[in-house]
């Protein structure tokens, strides 16, 4: 059986508490958006973290996407009612 002190520094595996420690990291809001770019684009030596600051990036854009497609859907449909209630007065 093979032991991680074989593995290369770059290649070796993250442990569930090294995800959970970088998941809640990148959930501050401004420092952990600097870091997730940090890592996603170059600053992390392991593969292994590169790989899941990019997935965390992507699922980040991805709620932006589609908070920002509801908050305009809401205020598409409030100025409506309030053109509506503001054309009923004349």
């Known amino acids: 059986m093979s032991s991680n002190n074989q ?4 290649y070796k595996p993250i442990s ?3 995800y959970f420690g970088y998941e809640i990291l ?10 997730l770019l ?6 992390a030596s392991n593969i292994n973290l590169r ?3 990019r997935s965390y990036f992507c ?5 932006l996407v589609i908070t920002l497609v509801i908050v305009a859907i809401v205020m598409a449909t ?3 009612a309030y053109i509506a209630d503001v054309a009923s007065y004349y």
């Not at 990148?26 to 870091?35: A, V």
């Not at 699922?59 to 709620?63: E, P, R, T």
Request: proline share 6%.
């Open 78 to 80: 409030g100025a409506a």
């Open 59 to 63: 699922y980040f854009i991805l709620w």
């Open 7 to 10: 593995i290369p520094e770059k």
């Open 16 to 18: 569930m508490w090294g």
């Open 38 to 43: 940090v890592f996603a684009f170059g600053g």
């Open 26 to 35: 990148f959930s501050i809001p401004l420092i952990g958006f600097i870091c």
């Open 51 to 53: 790989n899941f600051a």
